[in-house]
């Protein structure tokens, strides 16, 4: 978890060097979920910062990081394969 119930969670190091690609998934209300995918590399804290403060989720998971995180996105102008050669975690929004 990075986000729970509304606090950063706490192993997570403010000024970390761990830094890397990262893409996780947060609550912002009842009906609303927030899918990121980093386009620089940033730190746990940072991250879980940005889910909370910039995103207003109380609660957020990290999904994946490190080398794995790819991005096909068109209309973001966005075709970032990640270096293992698949995209992954596949997450599909239906109507």
């Known amino acids: 978890m990075l986000v729970i119930d509304g606090k950063i969670h706490p192993a997570f190091i403010v000024n970390s ?3 890397r690609p990262r893409n ?3 609550v912002s209300s009842p009906t ?6 980093t386009k620089g ?4 804290y940072e991250f879980a910062r940005f889910f909370r ?9 990290f999904i994946d990081g490190g080398e ?3 991005l096909y996105a068109p ?3 966005r075709n970032e394969p990640p270096s293992h050669g698949g ?3 596949i997450i599909a929004v239906v109507d």
Do not use: K, M
């Open 17 to 19: 060097t761990d830094r």
């Open 32 to 37: 609303q979920v927030r899918f990121v995918i």
């Open 87 to 89: 995209y992954g975690p």
């Open 53 to 61: 403060d910039g995103l207003g989720c109380r609660n957020a998971l």
């Open 75 to 77: 209309e973001l102008d």
């Open 68 to 70: 794995a995180p790819g």
């Open 41 to 44: 590399w940033v730190s746990f």
């Open 24 to 26: 996780g998934v947060g």
